[in-house]
């Protein structure tokens, strides 16, 4: 089982910066080979944004290059989301999402919401 907790999001100007954090609870250490990121604005389908490997491998959508960054703590078992440079088109409910493998689905959390002002 696998529980995750989101924070960190908020409202913020276009150009700003927010950093999204999501702990995760297991019982199974594996299940969270895979962290990432999935997004999912106002009538619009839930779209990934990047994932992690417990060995720092990591891939991001194209829309999100050079301006957000992924990271891990294995110790704390918790992903982080680095977001720079926000847009209004960045605004959604960012969900952390673990898995054993790439792309991670298995286990979602709750979501939190990021909302970017122009």
């Known amino acids: 089982q696998v529980r995750l907790v989101e924070s960190g999001g908020g409202l913020v100007q276009a150009g700003e910066s927010l950093r999204l954090s999501c702990a995760a609870s297991?019982?199974?250490?594996?299940?969270?080979?895979?962290m990432g990121w999935y997004r999912q604005a106002p009538e619009k389908q839930r779209e990934f944004v990047a994932f992690?490997?417990?060995?720092?491998?990591?891939n991001y959508a194209d829309f999100v290059k050079g301006r957000f960054t992924i990271s891990r703590d294995n110790a704390k078992n918790t992903v982080y989301l680095q977001m720079n440079s926000l847009k209004p088109e960045d605004t959604a409910v960012y969900y952390c999402a673990t898995g054993f493998n790439a792309p991670p689905r298995g286990y979602w959390g709750q979501g939190t919401q990021v909302t970017v002002s122009s």
């Open positions: 297991v019982s199974n250490i594996f299940s969270i080979n895979v």
């Open positions: 992690i490997t417990r060995g720092d491998s990591t």
